[in-house]
């Protein structure tokens, strides 16, 4: 588990006017940290006014200094068009300080229209970071993104870079591939690629496309750590469907030894969310085109934004590294060894699936609350009771809860799904409120509340649950609702889902019927990302100190529930952290093969001491148990 946090300066570098050959973008940074502090090498673009200068309208390489890594001056020029080769643009440096001297590698333009044959990739030299004097073309053939690691691997050099990034969507194949020589002069070498082209497919790295529709591309030059080396790239989705095109970062990790193998990868953690990312020369992107160490473990990404500005975003390395120990999937949570805790039984109300779990502890025992169906599709609500929270040690034989209104009784098809769906549950003031889902099956799915007084619920007094009635607005399809546990400044913080965001709003009561009227934006999904397609609370917030745990469900583009975890403040309102990668993810058999494959879902979860116990549904077929170390949770979002 992880935290993306963008720089509070950003962007850190902007144009400027006074400067024609910046007056339009700087943007895809390439920074190299020394003692001194950090040189930052920029892609320029400058206003198409040929009485201001020769070069303007076309992209040059521009550097900057800054002594604390977040505020720059002294920007100039380093690299401008020359040669044949890059007359017509230098673009996007990855710059390294290798072995005494400077190397700025860069996309060289040299024709127009721009296309495979006149995009390739070039080299500026120099002893000092502002002072290039030699410059070469490195590839005869069409490529991108070539950068250098920082040292020796066995002895040779090697480049990273990507071959045939231009190439159109009837061939497209970009592929991240390795150079490696003895001495850096054989990548000067027309032959010497001629050879390497020819076999490409044994230079390249194992495929980190998961469509053949996404596009791939070198980021940052690659950072040496304990783990392997860690290679930040960017990963564009749709690539060849530029309305769903979504550009993203991603990290993967390399052997040490042989960084050609593979250890393991990430799925993209950052997307365009912020203004300066969703807007500007080029709208929604974020672009990652470098990779730096501060104080010992905070890894800084630094990123082109909307090609227009730069930008920076850090995470803390380790729990980066932990996130990809390929050993330890799913780290954050461990699953009981008892699982499936719960499964469907018998003929009656239970027989086909249990699944969707709402917890509430009480005078030591865990209630669980969850969704049953039987063989007409019917939901209600079933109760078991644990009391170490794992081992069920008691079920009840009947449904504690059944259907009784008609926007929850059955209408159309006899077998077609109705019911009470998806229980949560709070106590509040002695009172358990129960928040569901109703569903008639014909009719947009409605959001419900019914209460028990404790004493009541404790004594199985079930036919004493208050008449149920409906929270959300009319004909609106609203899911996914909980309470917060507690009350804000007299009033009840109801979250729910609308399309694909969560929602909040507070009501005076919980009796007087009122439904509510706004759908206020909490957070909402992370369109690309693992969460990206919707998402919904899972269990009531927990509290932690002053502030609020949430965890939810997020769905991915290719339908996988997953879970995730946010800070909120006080209010219940505000988010405060945000995990980039899922916290909990379907692994075991049990979680992806079942009614609705690749699930894990839940609507709650108990705290006992440190441990979170969290109830959820594997594949809508059966019910789980997973424990994890709520501080552990804590310390990352924090």
Known sequence: MFIIRREPHNPILSPQREHPWEALATFNPSVVRTKDGAHLFYRALGNSDALQTSMAGLSTIGSSFSEDGTHFHSRRQVVVPQEQWDMFGCEDPRATFFEGRWYCFYTALGGWPFGPDNIKVAVAIGNTPDNFTERHLITPFNAKAATLFPERINGEIILLLTAHTDWTAENPRPTIALARAKKIEDFFDPTYWHRWHEHLSDHALPELRRDDGDHIEVGASPLKTASGWLLIYS?????????????????????????????????????????????????????????????????????????????????KLPDLLRALDPKQPART????????????????????????????????????????????????????????????????????????????????????????????????????????????????????????????????????????????????????????????????????????????????????????????????????????????IAGPPIRVGDNWLMIYHGVSRHGRYRLGAALFDPSGTSVLARAADPIFEPLESYEIEGEVPNVVFSCGAVVRGDSLFLYYGGADRVIGVAVASLSHILKALL
């Open 235 to 315: 990963y564009i989705q749709d690539y060849y469907d530029e309305p769903a095109r979504i550009f993203s970062i991603e990290a993967a990790l390399l052997e040490l030894d042989n960084p050609q193998k593979l250890i393991s990868r990430t799925e993209s953690f950052l997307v365009p969310q912020e203004i300066y990312e969703e807007y500007g020369l080029v709208p929604h992107i974020v672009f990652p085109t470098s990779a730096t160490l501060a104080n010992h473990d905070q890894l800084e990404i630094w990123y082109g934004a909307a090609d227009t500005v730069c930008a920076k975003a850090s995470v």
């Open 333 to 536: 949570f461990i699953r009981a060894t008892q699982n499936p805790i719960l499964t469907p039984r018998g003929a009656g109300f239970e027989s086909r699936l249990v699944f969707n779990a709402a917890s509430v502890d009480l005078h030591g025992s865990v209630y669980i609350l969850y969704r049953a169906m039987d063989a007409m599709n019917t939901s209600t609500i079933g109760l078991a009771i644990s009391k170490d929270g794992v081992t069920i040690d008691e079920r009840l034989p009947e449904p504690i809860y059944v259907p009784r209104e008609d926007f929850e009784t059955k209408l159309g098809s006899p077998t077609g799904n109705s019911g009470c769906e998806d229980p949560r549950i709070v106590c509040i003031d002695n009172t358990l409120h129960m928040t569901y889902t109703a569903y008639d099956g014909v009719h947009a799915p409605s959001g419900a509340i019914s209460s028990i007084s404790v004493d009541d619920f404790l004594a199985r007094r079930f036919d004493r649950w208050s008449k149920p009635f409906i929270l959300t607005p009319e004909n609106v399809d609203d899911k996914d609702l909980a309470l917060l546990p507690e009350k804000i400044n007299g009033n009840y913080l109801l979250y729910h889902r609308i399309n694909n965001q969560i929602c909040a709003d507070l009501l005076p009561d919980l009796v007087s019927g009122k439904r509510v009227s706004r759908c206020i934006e909490i957070m909402a999904a992370r369109h690309g990302m693992w969460d990206g397609v919707k998402i919904g």
